[in-house]
């Protein structure tokens, strides 16, 4: 079991930034991947970003090069960097932690982020 503690959403103006981050616990020696999903209103849950133990990243084109993900392994926490941030950016967003065999999926309960223009 891995559990997922997320913090850092809140209300921002248009162009302004926030921080977001994830701490997982329990069977963290299983993780290979975490990373943030979001959901808005009406619409399902796309990725925003992830980071694999390896270092290798995978962005959505509507975030690269205004949201940097990043992960302290030792720490078991992954940091979302969010610059520039637009209205479209408003949702909740769910820190994710990926284990392998059986591959499954770990859900944090969601923060909220919204940005006004």
Do not use: H
């Amino acid at each position: 079991q891995v559990q997922l503690v997320e913090s850092g959403g809140g209300l921002v103006q248009a162009g302004g930034s926030l921080r977001l981050s994830c701490a997982a616990s329990g069977s963290n020696s299983r993780i290979v991947v975490m990373g943030w999903y979001r959901q808005a209103p009406g619409k399902q849950r796309e990725l925003v970003a992830t980071r694999a133990n390896g270092g290798s990243t995978n962005y959505a084109d509507s975030v690269k090069g205004r949201f940097t993900i990043s992960r302290d392994n030792a720490l078991n926490t992954v940091i979302l960097q969010m610059n520039n941030l637009k209205p479209e950016d408003t949702a909740v967003y769910y820190c994710l932690a990926a284990v392998p065999m059986p591959p499954y999926n770990y859900w944090g309960q969601g923060t909220q982020v919204t940005v006004s223009s």
